[in-house]
């Protein structure tokens, strides 16, 4: 995700050499602007595993334990305990 300051495009990468061998893509996306820029380097799964990995059991004491989306807001908040 981006946010609106931020300016996407897609940029062909040109070249016969690049079409053959290129193997990740004829394409590169481009970002610009002063914008802010959230990049995920995760696998979706590992992502998720680690989500549901972070998330406390049920019946704890703090008010979000329990949660799947209190795990997730701990996880963002740099609350990495997993």
């Known amino acids: 995700g981006f946010t609106k300051d931020v300016n996407y495009d897609i940029e062909f990468i040109g070249g016969i050499r690049n079409s053959v061998f290129g193997g990740e893509g004829l394409f ?12 995920q ?6 992502l998720a595993d680690r989500i549901i990995a972070s ?15 209190g795990g997730l807001g701990n996880l963002l908040d740099g ?4």
């Open 41 to 46: 380097s995760l696998p979706f799964t590992r």
């Open 55 to 69: 998330a406390p059991k049920a019946g704890g004491s703090r008010r979000e334990e329990g949660s799947l989306l």
């Open 79 to 82: 609350d990495n305990r997993f």
């Open 28 to 39: 590169y996306a481009t970002l610009r602007g002063p914008g802010i820029v959230y990049v």
